[in-house]
């Protein structure tokens, strides 16, 4: 992308306000006389005014465990049964029954998403949807993209959130370049008019501690001022031996609602982290099977004490502007700046020293069996902004309702990191001894990548009785640029992609609702190949029929769906040059889901999910790997949460939690000549609400069970949490 390009882009996201207030206007006239002959026009307009902090709305509080609307799978406010596609929420009431600590601990027990595959990481969120790793181009929060490349990446506390959402399978036809698997929206809580006091505390058996807050309310007696004012210090030792954290965040927004057709929300937080490096990054022999030693401990700490490092300072700030024009019309206008500024540094394992090469190898040598180790530190500044305007419409044409929305977005990008390697020294697995002098490292990038994306796209969710149509079209431009001061990452890619979906449902009045959707979805990469060019975005193309019922009976959803999902334009090896990547690769998932949220009584919830995949290489430069299935993705997930609390008598306010997590062996290698064997693990929970004061304890992995999670090769295992309890103390008032 030249400069010319760059400039006007930026004048196109200056300009995509004003252009969808145009094309909102011209319509009025005539969306008025449609909405005149429609009985249901004033309920339109009173949709408008309630859909923030309302429970049951799309970025409200969840009831229990059971979600009733969400604005991830259309970005509209729509029934969760008319999606065309698989949705899962987890709202603030299972996080906080669950206790969980970090996003992708959340994401645990939900049907489609391996979660924490490679272990508990204090710095990172980590879960791969349909066998697919989501967690760099596939994070959102609030509708808006939290891109992610290299070590550029944002880290949010699920304590700032009311909802985290899982949008399954290609999802471009609604929010542009994203993962092909999927994608998690991360719903911030919101301004409240009503008042909220509410504080929090807690410590764990790692010795990390933690307080909270949660403050809200009106700030004038009308309620068109509002706010919201959540924060979280937390600090202590993890599972890893010598591991310690220190972290904070504070979030404020305020709502301004001068009258029934307007809002504005702006939604802000700031965050640091100053840490210590976790586990991970162990070889196979040692972790899944013993070495001549044994197995190496849970709790081993790879890195050095004196110089291990990592910072991050982040900083976003953003607003959500809404208008209702009249009967039919409504402009939306969501916007966010972040910024983050991370260094990091320290030695990894990788594999163990081969004393006669003095390289890397996959099996211990003795008499020490030291492992090898790789010095690292990089430092990396990303500053990127999104604009998304919309304009929604509800009308009628004959027996046919529509709900319209045109949208023009923008991306903006822009990562400058230095990265450099080497200097590492050896160190025991049994008895490491720390302090010995590393030896100095090399950069071997220092690249400055700027990514812009204009997307335009619309939708129709069309109802006739019970058959509901969801039409979406889109087209993205997108340009990448990147320059290196000491490396090869020099290269420029313009590209334009249309994407897709196509989604019909019935639904019937005992609340089933069966769907098919094919859609079409693409994903921007960055790099380029042997000769300079950069690579094609990868393309993702799927096929879903599924069900979902909301019961008459008793507060439920469940969801079953297969899928047949192709991702296209996977980078692989190169076979005629050593080092570089070519654009030869396939993977087609194939898959069952079905998931089950349940409000049973008033004091009884359940979660359950099973997942069963297909997943096969269908295309690479090595012949050898097609065929074979993908490692670190297993092929079966399943769990179940069960929640009761007493409501009446004696023990009232007494509650017990229970779930168990099952996951299925995974592979090592695409060769699948290793197998990281299947794991089960139990969680527990038991808590005491009296009153305004609750006292909790979680039990995370109940009997203890030393399991690894996943292996990317054979040179790089990773342990998954072991046992750890949590005890929480709240108040509100």
């Known amino acids: 992308m030249n400069a010319l390009g760059a400039s006007m882009n930026r004048r196109y996201a200056l300009s995509l306000g004003v252009s969808l207030v145009a094309l909102a206007v011209m319509g009025a006239s005539s969306g008025s006389s449609l909405a005149q002959s429609q009985s249901v026009s004033g309920e339109i307009a009173l949709e408008t005014v309630t859909v923030e902090g309302q429970s049951g709305s799309a970025t409200g509080p969840v009831n229990g465990y059971v979600p009733n609307r969400t604005a991830t799978g259309t970005k509209t406010d729509t029934p969760i049964e008319e999606i065309p596609q698989s949705v899962s929420v987890i709202g603030r009431e299972e996080i906080e029954d669950r206790q969980a600590q970090k996003v992708d601990e959340a994401l645990r027990y939900t049907a489609g998403v391996y979660a924490q595959p490679y272990g508990v990481d204090s710095d990172t969120d980590w879960f791969y949807i349909r066998g697919f790793d989501a967690g760099q181009t596939g994070v959102f929060l609030n509708s808006l993209p939290l891109y992610q490349y290299a070590f550029g990446g944002f880290y949010i506390d699920p304590f700032v959130l009311e909802r985290i959402e899982v949008l399954k399978g290609p999802s471009a036809a609604l929010y542009g370049g994203s993962s092909i698997g999927g994608l998690v929206n991360l719903v911030s809580k919101r301004p409240t008019t009503e008042p909220l006091r509410y504080v929090e505390t807690g410590i764990n058996s790692w010795g990390n501690g933690y307080a909270a807050f949660d403050f809200g309310g009106a700030l004038d007696k009308d309620r068109i001022w509002s706010y919201r004012l959540t924060g979280k210090v937390s600090g202590g030792g993890w599972e890893t031996e010598k591991a310690d954290d220190f972290r904070g965040v504070i979030a404020p927004a305020l709502t301004f609602r ?269 790099g380029a190949d042997f000769f300079g060019e950069g690579f094609e975005p990868e393309i993702g193309r799927q096929y879903e029929v599924g069900v979902k019922y909301k019961p008459t009976f008793f507060d439920g959803l469940i969801t079953a769906s297969l899928f047949d999902l192709t991702r296209q334009n996977v980078l692989t090896s190169d076979p005629q040059h050593l080092f570089f990547e070519a654009q030869l690769g396939e993977v087609r998932s194939r898959g069952f889901e079905v998931e089950a949220q349940a409000n049973i009584t008033a004091g009884l919830k359940a979660v359950a999910a099973f997942t069963a995949y297909d997943i096969e290489i269908t295309e690479d430069s090595n012949p050898l790997l097609i065929g074979k299935r993908p ?97 929480k103390a709240s108040y509100k008032w």
């Not at 249309?498 to 019935?506: A, N």
């Not at 306010?653 to 060769?671: H, I, L, Q, T």
């Open 258 to 526: 001068p009258n029934g057709e307007t809002a504005l929300t702006v939604l802000a937080s700031y965050q640091n982290m100053d840490l210590m490096h976790t586990g991970g990054f162990l070889p196979y022999v040692g972790t899944v099977v013993p070495a001549p030693y044994g197995r190496i401990s849970r709790r081993f700490y790879y890195s050095e004490p004196d110089i291990d490092l990592y910072r991050r300072d982040q900083s976003m700030i953003g607003y959500e502007f809404e208008h209702a024009i009249n009967d039919v019309w409504t402009f939306r206008q969501n916007f966010r700046y972040a910024h983050t500024n991370s260094k990091e540094r320290g030695p990894y394992p990788y594999g163990y020293l081969d004393s006669a090469t003095g390289f890397p190898g996959p099996v211990p040598v003795g008499p020490n069996f030291p492992l090898y180790r790789i010095g690292f530190d990089h430092h990396t500044v990303v500053n990127t902004l999104s604009i998304d305007n919309q304009a929604e419409a509800k009308f009628g044409t004959g027996p046919l309702d529509h709900t319209l929305l045109l949208g023009l977005d923008y991306k903006y990008y822009d990562i400058d990191h230095v990265q450099a390697s080497g200097g590492g020294t050896p160190i025991g697995p049994v008895n490491p001894i720390y302090g010995v002098p590393q030896g100095p490292s090399v950069p071997y990038l220092d690249q400055n990548l700027t990514m812009n994306q204009v997307g335009f796209y619309a939708q129709d969710q069309i109802r006739y009785g019970g058959w509901i149509a969801t039409l979406n079209g889109r087209y993205d431009r997108v340009s990448t640029k990147s320059t290196d001061a000491v490396g090869a990452a020099n290269f420029s890619e313009e590209a334009g992609e249309f994407s897709g979906r196509l989604g019909l449902g019935y639904e019937f009045a005992n609340g089933v609702t069966p769907y098919i959707a094919i859609s079409r979805s693409f994903n921007p990469l960055i």
């Open 631 to 727: 490692n670190v993705v297993p092929e079966i997930l399943a769990s179940g949460w069960l929640d009761y609390t007493i409501q009446d008598g004696t023990f009232k306010g007494v509650g017990f939690g229970a779930g168990v997590r099952y996951v299925g062996f995974s592979y090592v290698d695409n060769e699948n000549t290793l197998k990281v064997p299947a794991a089960t693990v139990f969680d527990a929970a038991i808590r005491y609400t009296r009153d305004n004061f609750t006292v909790a304890l979680n039990v995370n992995n109940l009997f203890d069970n030393e399991y690894v999670s996943s292996c990317d090769t054979q040179y790089t295992c990773n342990y998954g949490a072991g046992r750890v309890a949590t005890l």
